[in-house]
């Protein structure tokens, strides 16, 4: 199915380039290698800080999608590093593929996430955790389950998104964990609007970031994030097949401690790719005022829009996001984890 999501104004807040922020650093491990291997690598760089019973949250996509992450690196990381966890995922706002638990269970066997416990936190209910700050929400309706865990690990496939112009860590928590019927209405849908994507532009992120900042301030310094830069679509892995064609170049693996930290990175090297690389991507994320997000994950205290970026590939040194992407060639090229796609491959 093709959804229908609202196309957003052109005006809204403007990037601002690495060197004119203030405030503290965090560090944000980097990697260019896209591969089983690369993911277990720099998973281990902020791992330590996972404990007791582990929720993974990343998005396992709609039926037969082409984007979300690669089925056999998460599966080797549960085999070789992650013997206490599971997936987690809420039910869809919108009437797709994981729209109900009995639908959304099916499309997980179609997409392959079978080798895992897989938590649909919404199938038996909603509860609330507390919103510290907002201006929005004083709490959010999240899964019923997710207060069940100790730890958060969050995988997130970094790409451009309908609404919110970016999809990243802060996206994947705050859509993800919101529960399928009250909490991604509150942030989606103006009380009483008949048009349920009624939330745009600023709102939108302000309210998609309070509902991340209520499931973080729950783990405390329980949380790590990695964001995978490949097969960037302008579009969410929510439309599945129907995403537009991925025409920016795959980049890398970001991991940290600080989730404003490993967004923004990941922003950066959108910003830094040569010969206009970047520029699809780009062009979602100023059309949609994306950068809202990062404004307003520092303005609740969520974490630091400068950082230490460390290439893992050559001896931790410290680079740019512009070092990080200078030989990155314009276009995309798919890699050999797309021949996984087709009905057949998750047999």
Not at 31 to 46: A, M
Not at 71 to 95: C, G, M, S
Not at 160 to 171: A, I, P
Not at 252 to 258: E, N, Q, V
């Amino acid at each position: 199915m093709s959804i229908q999501f609202p196309v957003p104004g052109t005006a809204g807040e403007k990037y601002v380039p690495f060197e004119a922020r203030t405030g503290e650093s965090s560090v944000v491990f980097f990697t260019r290698d896209l591969s089983e291997e690369g993911f277990l690598k720099i998973f281990d760089r902020v791992s330590s800080v996972l404990e007791g019973k582990i929720a993974v949250k990343l998005h396992t996509g709609e039926a037969e999608g082409p984007n979300f992450l690669p089925r056999p690196w998460v599966k080797k990381l549960f085999d070789e590093r992650l013997q206490n966890a599971t997936i987690v995922e809420t039910n869809t706002y919108f009437d797709g593929s994981r729209y109900t638990t009995e639908q959304h269970r099916k499309t997980l066997e179609i997409n392959g996430w079978t080798f895992c416990p897989v938590d649909i936190m919404d199938a038996d209910g909603v509860t609330t955790l507390p919103v510290k700050g907002g201006k929005w929400f004083d709490e959010m309706h999240v899964g019923k389950t997710l207060p069940e865990y100790d730890s958060l690990l969050t995988l997130t496939h970094f790409k451009g998104h309908t609404t919110g112009g970016f999809g990243g860590s802060n996206k994947n928590i705050g859509i993800g964990c919101a529960d399928g019927r009250i909490g991604k209405k509150e942030i989606h849908t103006v009380v009483g609007s008949d048009n349920m994507w009624s939330i745009r532009k600023e709102e939108f992120m302000e309210r998609m970031t309070e509902s991340t900042k209520a499931v973080l301030d729950f783990f405390g310094p329980r949380a790590c994030f990695i964001n995978t830069m490949r097969n960037m679509s302008v579009d969410c892995d929510c439309d599945g097949p129907q995403a537009a064609p991925v025409v920016t170049p795959d980049v890398g693996i970001l991991a940290s401690l600080d989730i404003l930290a490993v967004d923004a990175a990941c922003v950066d090297l959108i910003y830094s790719l040569p010969e206009d690389g970047g520029k699809a991507v780009i062009e979602r994320m100023e059309d949609r005022h994306a950068m809202r997000q990062q404004s307003y994950m520092k303005e609740l205290g969520m974490g630091n829009d400068r950082y230490t970026l460390i290439d893992i590939d050559n001896g931790d040194a410290v680079i740019t996001a512009a070092e990080a992407v200078k030989d990155i060639k314009p276009g995309w090229v798919p890699d050999r984890y797309n021949t996984f796609w087709g009905r057949n491959h998750h047999r």
